[in-house]
């Protein structure tokens, strides 16, 4: 499998990871011989969290009897303090069977209070240089669902990789983190190819698997009609992009083939796949900021938008429609206030966009 230089890191990964969320599912003579199968094929990152499960100690056994250079091992901590994530990653060492990890990461940095508290004197950053002086990390990276929390944090200097997700229909993080990694030499994982999950709003293109493809048509027509299509475009539109690499979660001996095939196939985007994957974002783009919340009628409003966007941009209309139906707080408790539009940065006329939303047939 191709490999591409991670950022300033210079480490060179395979063009897809392993993302280890879903092995902690698994029983763990399973799980192991996944993890080695993706190893046999090619892949040599291997990303994992304490807050996954098992999946650090599945890892850990499968990758012991391989040359620890051979594999890039990145893990993540979810605590935000120094002294709780200190013990967080003696413990993940120990689950690994390792002496150091290639990447320690902080884990779901969604907004901009999180980030400060991680980078205060008691925060985790700390914690992390400490790993690091000590020969205990390599290197340091952030992970999160908000691409402009994300570009915040990796302007001061201190990460050398961001993991984010991007997909065909939520590709967010192309407009300014992105470009902004490129500028600083911080190498870029995506997750999530497949799915997004960003916070309370759950915007997937399938369930978190590739087990899990969607039979939907309006699926098929955006990505392709067999399941290996569908994971071969979503896997190729992310890799068209100035990326190093795409985590995808894999939990099957069958899902590491798919994805592996679909990597091996990869040069560039083909005239036809690009003219697939042009869409006209237009003014009404969402980018899931947050920054408009909360709305005192508790309405979900980067949801529904979303949604929307889902409908006149990518053609997932009944898509779309089903997950509109599935909230709780619908568009009509809107009782214009005011508060949200002045807060949205992107200036989006928001009270318009849930007018309109209430307009659509939804049976
Ligand atoms: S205008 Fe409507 S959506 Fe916006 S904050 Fe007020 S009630 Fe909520
Ligand atoms: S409507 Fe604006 S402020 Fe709210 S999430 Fe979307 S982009 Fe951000």
Not at 339 to 350: A, D, S
Request: glycine share 6%; proline share 4%.
């Amino acid at each position: 499998m191709d490999r591409r230089r991670l950022g300033r890191t210079n480490l060179r990964m395979s063009q897809v990871g392993f993302g280890g969320t879903w092995i902690a599912e698994l029983p763990k003579p399973q799980a192991v011989e996944v993890v080695q199968h993706a190893f046999e094929l090619g892949f040599n990152y291997f990303d994992t969290a304490r807050w996954d499960g098992d999946s650090e100690e599945k890892i850990g056994e499968a990758l012991q009897n391989k040359k620890r250079n051979q594999c890039i091992i990145a893990t993540k901590t979810g605590n935000r303090t120094k002294r709780e994530s200190l013990q967080d990653f003696e413990v993940s060492l120990k689950n690994l069977q390792t002496d150091y990890v290639d990447i320690l990461q902080l884990h779901g940095i969604d907004d901009e209070k999180t980030l400060n508290k991680a980078m205060s004197e008691d925060g985790v950053l700390q914690t992390c240089k400490q790993a690091q002086r000590e020969g205990q990390t390599k290197f340091i990276g952030i992970t999160g669902h908000k691409p402009r929390v994300l570009t915040k944090a990796i302007t001061t200097g201190e990460f050398d990789t961001v993991l984010v997700p991007l997909n065909v229909v939520t590709p967010q993080a192309l407009e300014e983190l992105i470009p902004t990694a490129k500028a600083h030499d911080v190498g870029v994982v995506i997750m999530k190819p497949l799915s997004v999950k960003t916070s309370n709003l759950i915007t997937c293109l399938y369930q978190p698997s590739l087990s899990l493809i969607s039979e939907e048509e309006e699926l098929k027509a955006l990505l392709g009609q067999t399941a290996e299509e569908q994971v071969a475009s979503a896997l190729q539109y992310v890799l068209a992009q100035d990326v190093s690499g795409v985590i995808a979660g894999l939990k099957s001996i069958s899902e590491v083939e798919t994805a592996a095939n679909a990597a091996n196939q990869y040069h560039s985007l083909t005239p036809e796949k690009k003219q697939q994957f042009s869409f006209e974002l237009g003014n009404y783009y969402c980018r899931d900021c947050g920054l408009c919340m909360p709305c005192p009628n508790n309405i979900n409003i980067p949801a529904i938008l979303r949604f929307q966007m889902l409908q006149d941009i990518y053609g997932l209309k009944n898509w779309a429609k089903k997950r509109y139906n599935g909230l709780e707080i619908k568009a009509e408790k809107c009782e214009h206030c005011g508060q949200c539009t002045p807060k949205c940065p992107y200036n989006l006329p928001i009270e318009k966009q849930l007018e309109k939303a209430k307009q659509e047939p939804r049976e």
